[in-house]
């Protein structure tokens, strides 16, 4: 027995020290941790919530807030989020640069929280998985594969007008956030899958539709409570087993399309038709011809991820954009007027307003104004990247594994860069002032190796769906209605924008 217990006790010794010197080492890294972001530019943190109470909100209070930070700090800067956890800002093209220009994977703090939905697709996935798929990707959007894409975008475009034109016979205001994303997720999923939901027309009340919304609406919730960014903890809860629920949907949906695929490749006609481009090829096509150079092609679990991927990046996202360009076009009519003139121009003389291939780089004063509101409204407002070596940020530090938060939206408004950043000036995106600036100083789609691989087809169906819908219609906005900006994981308003369209006989 005394054997027993003195080896018991050794032991106890033995784990008590060995916490002590792991405690002591933690601490040694803390300290040194601590000194390092001390170095950085930054208001003085609270000793226990560090910066966390000086931010107001992720609403026009916060993106003020965000303004005088980047007017105090023009290049970077940190803040504590509580006592623990650090974070590194940068806001100034040469600095953004820094990070873009490498392959930095994604900051894991928020983008786990789209992982159950996404999966390691080429949002989240890293290192050498990261460059293999990107690769194996990158043939999906080049333009001989993008343009037939017109033909399915032309089609959504002429149902959400349709709708539009619905609401103009009652001069009645409608939503557009709502509309729109209806649109671009009809687009995207006949795009990615050929999945026809007939959401526009009320297909919405589809299940897999449902999900679809369900998820993005609990990701952007959850974005907003840090209590529930511990996965044990959310998923312990009805909203996290929803979530969970709605993505096996959404997987088992996406799991049955891809086998349907797949076994009917294997039909050497089909086959055929696929490798000679005799139809229109969809993103699954894509993923699952696909080979690297040992002949190898994505597994099913990969596949589900990257189309899940493409469906959360060209949703949300696109919707976001297309929205605030409608709402920035509606409060200056002058600029309105002047795309009208030019799409007018450009539609003249043809039977249907039908955009082709080769107007697309035939509207340039269009382009300038989407470019502009992409800079104004920011509607992917943040990136965040998580260091993988010890980096120096503007002759400052950054130590591994630190948390670095590109805030695209401060960039588009560094006073440094963009004068009178709060006015909506087409005119910024001309050849000459764009050559003029730094190529990080504008960044909606991201920029450098990890640049946003689909953004020319975003592009695409933005400049498509407003030519046709300027063409048709003059935008009118409520003058009753505020229109509050509200920063998430997209940059969406917080009651919406309303807005009515007027019908307008082309010049």
């Not at 601590?34 to 909100?57: E, K, N, T």
């Not at 509309?179 to 009320?202: E, H, N, P």
């Not at 591994?400 to 401060?410: A, D, P």
Request: proline share 6%; with cysteine.
């Amino acid at each position: 027995m005394a054997i027993t217990a003195t080896a018991f006790s050794v032991a106890v010794v033995a784990i008590a020290v060995f916490c002590v010197i792991k405690l002591m080492l933690a601490m040694k890294e803390y300290r040194k941790l601590c000194y390092r972001v001390s170095q950085f530019p930054q208001d003085p943190p609270h000793l226990i919530w560090g910066h966390l109470f000086q931010y107001p909100g992720p609403d026009e209070k916060g993106l003020r807030y965000q303004r005088e930070m980047v007017g105090k700090y023009p290049r970077v800067s940190a803040g504590w989020m509580g006592p623990f956890v650090p974070m590194i800002m940068v806001s100034h093209p040469d600095t953004v640069k820094l990070i873009l220009k490498t392959s930095e994977p994604k900051g894991q703090r928020i983008y786990h929280l789209i992982e159950p939905w996404i999966g390691d697709g080429l949002l989240l996935s890293k290192g050498k998985k990261w460059a293999r798929n990107r690769r194996l990707l990158t043939p999906a959007f080049h333009f001989d594969i993008l343009k037939p894409y017109l033909g399915i975008k032309n089609k959504a475009a002429d149902v959400l007008l349709a709708r539009m034109a619905d609401h103009a016979k009652k001069d009645e205001y409608f939503e557009v956030f709502s509309i729109i994303s209806k649109f671009t997720l009809d687009v995207i999923l006949k795009c990615a899958f050929s999945y026809d939901t007939d959401c526009q027309r009320g297909g919405d009340q589809h299940p897999y539709v449902q999900a679809v919304y369900s998820l993005s609406e609990m990701a952007l919730k959850r974005f907003f409570q840090p209590w529930f960014h511990s996965d044990w903890i959310y998923f312990l809860t009805p909203a996290g087993r929803k979530f969970l629920k709605n993505c096996y949907l959404v997987h088992k949906v996406a799991e049955e399309v891809i086998s349907k695929r797949r076994e009917a490749l294997t039909d050497s006609s089909v086959r055929e038709q696929v490798a000679k481009k005799k139809r229109c090829l969809d993103f699954l096509d894509i993923l699952l011809t696909a080979r690297d150079e040992n002949g190898e092609g994505l597994k099913s679990d990969e596949i589900r991820a990257e189309v899940d991927t493409f469906l959360f990046e060209g949703h949300d996202t696109t919707a976001s954009a297309i929205s605030w360009t409608m709402y920035s076009l509606a409060q200056h009519p002058d600029i309105q007027a002047t795309c009208h003139e030019e799409i007018d121009e450009l539609l003249r003389f043809r039977e249907t307003d039908d955009i082709l291939w080769e107007d697309l780089s035939h509207l340039p004063y269009l382009s300038m104004c989407i470019k502009e509101a992409l800079r104004l409204h920011s509607p992917v407002p943040f990136i965040q990247r998580q260091l993988t070596q010890d980096t120096d940020l503007d002759g400052f530090l950054a130590p591994k594994g630190m948390l670095v938060n590109i805030i695209v939206y401060n960039i588009h408004h560094n006073p440094t860069v963009w004068e009178d950043s709060l006015e909506f000036r087409p005119e910024r995106f001309t050849e000459e002032n764009i050559n003029a600036r730094s190529p990080y100083a504008f960044i909606p789609f991201s920029a450098g190796p990890r640049n946003c691989i689909g953004q020319n087809f975003a592009m695409d169906e933005m400049k498509l769906v407003l030519a046709k819908m300027l063409y048709r219609f003059t935008l009118v906005l409520d003058p009753g209605h505020k229109v509050e900006k509200l920063e998430s994981l997209v940059m969406k308003a917080k009651t919406g924008i309303q807005m009515k369209v007027i019908p307008r006989k082309p010049a």
